[in-house]
Nanobody, 115 residues
Framework: VQLVESGGGLVQPGGSLRLSCAAS????????MSWYRQAPGKERELVAS????????NYADSMKGRVTISRDNAKNMVYLQMNSLKPDDTAVYYC?????????WGQGTQVTVSS
């Protein structure tokens, strides 16, 4: 199982980014997928998740209305569209998969929101 995030970078406040998570070794459509983030000095926290089956989404209160998690089953990818970004959104963003009681993490992608 491997998860590889991409799409992070430096963005101005109010800007947008789309993070991607490329999965291998399993099928993203068959398992719950999540995005987490960890800011310096803070604990890792949930940003968004999507269930399987059903595709039910869940979002952190701090990001509701600004982020959308989605899944492309054909490409075996998971995305996080982030809009109206704020400096407080600066963090390393991680993709997570939970497969048969085992949790897998990607290496993370840095998102920096600054003018």
């Amino acid at each position: 199982v491997q998860l590889v995030e991409s799409g992070g970078g430096l963005v101005q406040p109010g800007g947008s980014l789309r993070l991607s998570c490329a999965a291998s070794g399993f099928t993203v459509s068959s398992y719950a997928m999540s995005w987490y983030r960890q800011a310096p000095g803070k604990e890792r926290e949930l940003v968004a998740s999507i269930t399987s089956p059903g595709g039910i989404t869940n979002y952190a209160d701090s990001m509701k209305g600004r982020v959308t998690i989605s899944r492309d089953n054909a490409k075996n990818m998971v995305y996080l569209q982030m809009n109206s970004l704020k400096p407080d959104d600066t963090a390393v963003y991680y993709c997570k998969a939970r497969i048969f009681q085992v949790t897998y993490w990607g290496q993370g992608t840095q998102v920096t929101v600054s003018s």
